[in-house]
């Protein structure tokens, strides 16, 4: 619904280019059914953005909340696997020498103390691990596939409960992510940005 309601803001000319496909990334079927959708009717992926991410406002120590858990491993990590594996192999049956991104987060780099951040910030660690096995394998391969990992401070998105941050906290905007990914994709072919890490002026972690 968004995506459509997104249709109607931008230009014309723009909006032609945007086809909303619904995927739930932790379902593997879905994740299957899109990438035969897009083979069909564009041809395959050349670039594929990984943003699919979530947070459940558990304790990690906390007894019954094993659903919250796998639900944030599901789509923060297997489900980013899981779409980088077709687009790679998108790009390989095609000779595309395409670009992989990451979404991924400053908690991917630290820990923040952020009540009931439980197993979001291990998670956003094991995108930063895997960035580097993807470059690893596409290396080994011969391939020229980019692969890179973005990691924002605070973004002002549904992931930022207000009541469970530091008032006056800074942040950046969606903007400025989307502007990142046209920075790494603008990059010439021998370049490849591996780890990108972006903050708002004045954020504490």
Same mark, same amino acid.
């Given at each position: 619904?968004?995506?459509?309601?997104?249709?109607?803001?931008?230009?014309?000319?723009?909006?032609?280019?945007?086809?909303?496909?619904?995927?739930?990334?932790?379902?593997?079927?879905?994740?299957?059914?899109?990438?035969?959708?897009?083979?069909? +009717?564009?041809? !395959?992926?050349?670039?594929? %953005?990984?943003?699919?991410?979530?947070?459940? $406002?558990? !304790?990690?120590?906390?007894? !019954?909340?094993?659903?919250?858990? +796998?639900?944030?491993?599901?789509?923060? /990590?297997?489900?980013?696997?899981?779409?980088?594996? $077709?687009?790679?192999?998108?790009?390989?049956?095609?000779? /595309?020498?395409?670009?992989?991104?990451?979404?991924?987060?400053?908690?991917?780099?630290?820990?923040?103390?952020?009540?009931?951040?439980?197993?979001?910030?291990?998670?956003?660690?094991?995108?930063?691990?895997? =960035?580097? =096995?993807?470059?690893?394998?596409? +290396?080994?391969?011969?391939?020229?596939?980019? /692969?890179?990992?973005?990691?924002?401070?605070?973004?002002?998105?549904?992931?930022?409960?207000?009541?469970? /941050?530091?008032?006056?906290?800074?942040?950046?905007?969606?903007?400025?992510?989307?502007?990142?990914?046209?920075?790494?994709?603008?990059?010439?072919?021998? %370049?490849?940005?591996?780890?990108?890490?972006?903050?708002?002026?004045?954020?504490?972690?």
């Amino acid at each position: 619904e968004r995506v459509e309601q997104l249709r109607k803001e931008i230009p014309e000319e723009a909006a032609k280019r945007l086809h909303p496909i619904k995927c739930d990334v932790s379902n593997e079927a879905d994740i299957d059914a899109v990438f035969k959708q897009v083979e069909e +009717r564009f041809g !395959g992926c050349d670039v594929l %953005v990984n943003n699919a991410g979530i947070a459940r $406002r558990t !304790g990690l120590l906390e007894v !019954g909340n094993s659903a919250e858990i +796998r639900a944030v491993l599901d789509t923060n /990590v297997t489900g980013l696997v899981l779409c980088s594996q $077709r687009a790679y192999q998108s790009m390989v049956k095609r000779s /595309v020498d395409g670009h992989i991104i990451h979404i991924s987060s400053i908690a991917g780099h630290m820990v923040p103390n952020i009540p009931k951040f439980n197993v979001y910030p291990a998670s956003k660690h094991a995108v930063r691990a895997i =960035t580097e =096995t993807m470059r690893h394998e596409m +290396r080994d391969a011969g391939k020229k596939i980019k /692969v890179t990992s973005i990691s924002p401070g605070g973004v002002k998105t549904e992931i930022i409960n207000d009541a469970e /941050v530091p008032p006056n906290m800074p942040f950046l905007d969606s903007e400025d992510i989307s502007a990142a990914v046209l920075y790494v994709l603008g990059t010439p072919p021998h %370049v490849q940005v591996h780890e990108l890490i972006i903050k708002p002026i004045g954020e504490m972690f």
